[in-house]
């Protein structure tokens, strides 16, 4: 698939679509029959007290096909023994009929040991990496369309989701963290532009949400292709993903845990449906090999809710995350950690944004970094989204903050990022260092010999490198290269 065709945002009849597998997957998976049905199919890693492999398989299907099996390659002595794996259907809640009426989701655990497997004659990522030697990182990728605002998604220069997938499977890298937002298409394609967004499918009419099975498709599915079919992917859940935005299809395709699709369906109140609260899912942890006697642990903290501009009630709401991930992360010989979490703890916004005459607060996620508020201790690095752009600030004392909210979506603006004189809220020192470049791409990740050091490439669509990252003892320093 081109970029140009996979960056169309179009309406397509399920039935007929069909992606081809890459060579080097399929030749590594076992040969079903194959199956033009198949919309996509991906791998994703869960905690492995739920999984004992440690990766959840899904299978995304036009409404009413039975879910295919997932057949697995599962070596036995000196030769390999096929695994057939009944998928079982992950069903849409019924109150969030019709929008996810067009397509079956299918799931099932991937067998331990696995070295290769395939779904309806489509490859998967078979197993979690025994040794983590290059993680890409990336997120908000959904092409955005808002009454006030729309990006162009005809055009791979404009939304770049599908080179940016194309580059990310091009470097074979062993995992891939996605840090939130997923979802942008939250409305219809204004009359006046259906040059950029005419195809795009519109939220249901009289939804309490965005989201849709079309929209997923457009907006996911379809674009992320090429990287959800060779890599296993670690999601984070963003504000996009709220309830009343983009969580049901959240949930019903990317949370990697059992029994959560209905996190968010609509509920009953006053004779009508209306959104679910928006609130944290517990927290859980990944744990990536490094090396014999090193293990990358990322604690994954749900940060759809909350305030970014004032510290709200859902800050006590919240700290019951940071809490979890803090005991998830407790210092262990041989074990560094990384928070994961949508919101930037401290991530500072553009200058440009501010009203005149008005006092202007640059720092985002307010609720957030109140919540994790001396929780901080025990990592090495925060991994976030949200703010449009590539960034990195270093607080004394605190661990790095890395902000990878350039992978697709309209990105912030290019001008008015001086380091903030203040704190990003109570109990936080005040900002030593930052780096800022609004540029579409994504990181990929490299560790060094000295356990808690790695190097980060910033890569732009194509997979250029346009800056350098070096984080060492909890201290994160970027820089631009020619």
């Known amino acids: 698939m081109s970029p140009r065709l996979a960056s169309v945002a179009v309406v397509v009849a399920l039935g007929a679509l069909s992606v081809a597998v890459p060579d080097a997957a399929r030749a590594a998976a076992p040969s079903p029959s194959a199956s033009a049905e198949v919309i996509a199919a991906y791998s994703l890693a869960a905690p492995v007290a739920q999984v004992p492999s440690g990766l959840v398989v899904r299978a995304v299907l036009p409404a009413g096909a039975t879910c295919p099996d997932l057949v697995a390659a599962v070596p036995r002595g000196e030769g390999v023994r096929v695994r057939v794996v009944p998928m079982r259907e992950r069903p849409a809640p019924a109150t969030t009929a019709p929008a996810f009426d067009p397509i079956t989701v299918c799931s099932a655990d991937m067998p331990v040991g696995a070295t290769g497997a395939a779904v309806?004659?489509?490859?998967?990522?078979?197993?979690m990496p025994s040794r983590v030697e290059r993680l890409a990182i990336f997120g908000d990728s959904g092409c955005r369309i808002v009454s006030y605002e729309v990006q162009d998604c005809a055009n791979p220069a404009n939304w770049p989701l599908s080179i940016i997938s194309e580059s990310i499977a091009a470097e074979?890298?062993?995992?891939?963290?996605?840090?939130g937002d997923f979802f942008y298409r939250e409305d219809g394609c204004p009359a006046a532009l259906q040059a950029l967004c005419g195809t795009s499918p519109p939220p249901v009419t009289g939804a309490p949400f965005t989201d849709s099975a079309y929209g997923w498709i457009a907006d996911v599915l379809l674009p992320m292709t090429p990287l959800l079919s060779t890599v296993p992917l670690i999601v984070s859940r963003g504000n996009h993903e709220a309830c009343y935005r983009g969580g049901n299809g959240y949930f019903l395709l990317f949370d990697p845990r059992p029994g959560t699709e209905g996190t968010c369906a609509p509920v009953s109140s006053g004779g009508g449906l209306v959104a679910a609260d928006?609130?944290?899912?517990?927290?859980?942890?990944?744990?990536?090999?490094?090396?014999?006697?090193?293990?990358?642990?990322?604690?994954?903290?749900?940060?759809?809710?909350?305030?970014?501009?004032?510290?709200?009630?859902?800050?006590?709401?919240q700290r019951v995350s940071y809490e979890r991930a803090a005991t998830l992360t407790a210092e262990r010989p041989g074990r560094e950690s990384w928070l994961v979490t949508h919101r930037p703890l401290y991530g500072f916004v553009s200058d440009t944004f501010a009203t005149p005459g008005q006092p202007f607060n640059p720092w985002t996620s307010a609720d957030q970094n109140a919540a994790a508020a001396g929780l901080l201790g025990t990592y090495d690095m925060v991994v976030s989204s949200h703010i449009h752009i590539a960034q990195s600030v270093q607080l004394p004392g605190l661990p790095g903050q890395l902000v990878m909210g350039n992978g697709g979506t309209l990105l912030d603006p290019a001008a008015g990022y001086p380091l903030p004189a203040t704190a990003p809220g109570a109990g936080y020192p005040a900002p030593s260092w930052a780096w800022v470049s609004p540029t579409f791409g994504y990181a990929l990740a490299t560790p060094n010999a000295q356990a808690g050091?790695?190097?980060?490439?910033?890569?732009?669509?194509?997979?250029?490198?346009f800056a350098r990252c070096g984080l060492r003892a909890g201290s994160l320093f970027c820089t631009d290269t020619p």
């Open 120 to 127: 309806g004659g489509r490859a998967v990522p078979a197993s």
């Open 172 to 179: 074979e890298p062993d995992a891939v963290l996605f840090a």
């Open 278 to 317: 928006t609130v944290p899912s517990p927290t859980y942890a990944i744990d990536l090999p490094v090396s014999a006697d090193r293990v990358l642990r990322l604690a994954i903290a749900d940060s759809a809710g909350g305030s970014d501009t004032k510290v709200t009630s859902y800050a006590a709401v």
């Open 453 to 465: 050091s790695w190097r980060i490439s910033m890569r732009d669509p194509a997979g250029q490198q």
